[in-house]
């Protein structure tokens, strides 16, 4: 049996037959017991004409013996009959048998590479994550670098008097190196959202990389990146996900401040199995319920100031984003869309 939230592997159907595990209708009387009628017909005829033609059933002996020929060969003719049946119905039996055992085998190796597929899955998150971690750890190292300073002119001679306090020069501590970053770009944070495809993907990491370096856009960033990681462990993947889309206006109106069912198209996600096992998982584990909240609330912030100059194609994107599905979930079992 498929687990569920593998919403996202699914098994096609590999019946060997159209309906292989129902039986065919069986006809009333086969061509067996058409001839066993006609044989049993015939040799009424046959007896009937011997004993009208001569005197045998006179007596009782010989009306016994007429019993006797007309009933065991009829007997023998009908047995001969229902064991022929039995044995086309057996053989009907064991075709929908080993059509059944088939369909089993063929969804077992559907799962076995199922399985096989899931462990890189789970290497190219980890192949991501570490990645993002260098990412951050330079980040990091570019905003705790000082600037080389210009070099200074030569300090004139000190005055033989204290100047006022007023008079007295600023220490240099130097501007914060996030503020010497460019804005990050709209595009940047959409990409930044959705996260790098694969450790191949340069553009998805730049995009990261510049997303992370804004202390707000990290703070989402690093939520997301949480719940999408506990979310995987029960085998959820954004990418088997198949949300239905909301218009633009509706992301607008959520930005806005409208909670409830006037928005509950934004809970697009389908997937039974997926809601199942997050909300069964929110229930029981504290961790989870905890990030998932805490990155609702980062969204719900992000998006109020992303809707103020994003355009309608800009709102669509995002909500293609593996983060805005990771919302579309959550948001779901959390009750934004009640």
Known sequence: MVQPGQDSTPVAPVASEPFAGMAEPRPRFAGTEMLAAGLSVLWLAVVAGVFLTTDAGGTGLGIGLGLVAVVLPIAMIWIAALTARTAREMRGEAQRLQGSIEAMRMAWMSQVQASAARPAVETRITEIEAAQKRTEGQIATFQTRREPAAPAAPP??????????????????????????????????????????????????????????????????????????????DGIFMDDLSPDRARPEVWRRFAQGERGRGIAALGGVRDRSSLALTAGRMRTDTIFRDASHHFLRQFDRSVQDFEKTASDQEMSDLAETRTARAFMLLGRVAGTFD
């Open 156 to 233: 004139p001679p000190a005055p033989p008097r204290a100047r006022p306090a007023e008079e007295q020069p600023r220490l240099a501590l130097g501007t914060p190196a996030e503020d010497l970053q460019p804005p990050v770009s709209t595009a940047d944070f959409i990409t930044a959202l959705n996260f790098p495809d694969s450790p191949d993907d340069v553009e998805g990491f730049k995009a990261l990389r510049r997303a992370l370096g804004d202390r707000t856009m990290a703070k989402l960033i690093r939520a997301a990146q949480d719940v999408l990681t506990l979310l995987s462990q």
